[in-house]
Nanobody
């Protein structure tokens, strides 16, 4: 059974940084894609970033491009989301997700992902 456990959320002032981690277990993830999504109160879950398990392909939503980076540590089976220059509008619960479909391009729609973590809260104060 695949398990995804997020950590690293918290309260930070605008302009600050946080690094989220997603520890994956239960499978060999070699052909998986990993994504980060977020959901603010009263809003739909939205795409943030995605990466192939090889780390070769990654992309970001325009709202975070240039501020966030995504990476994979294949030895630790962990995916990271480094968030810099945080803004109050980045406040949300952040979720890690895994797609087992061996797609060429990591997907950006929640429905394309098979497994989800429990989420970690990120709050950015102004």
């Amino acid at each position: 059974q695949v398990q995804l456990v997020e950590s690293g959320g918290g309260l930070v002032q605008a302009g600050g940084s946080l690094r989220l981690s997603c520890a994956a277990s239960g499978r060999t993830f070699r052909n998986y894609a990993m994504g980060w999504f977020r959901q603010a109160p009263g809003k739909e879950r939205e795409f943030v970033a995605a990466i192939s398990w090889s780390g070769i392909k990654s992309y970001f939503d325009d709202s975070v491009k240039g501020r966030f980076t995504i990476s994979v540590d294949n030895v630790k089976n962990t995916v990271y989301l480094q968030m810099n220059s945080l803004k109050p509008e980045d406040t949300a619960v952040y979720y890690c997700a895994a797609d087992q479909s061996s797609r060429i391009t990591p997907p950006r729609y929640p429905s394309d992902y098979n497994y989800w973590g429990q989420g970690t809260q990120v709050t950015v104060s102004s």
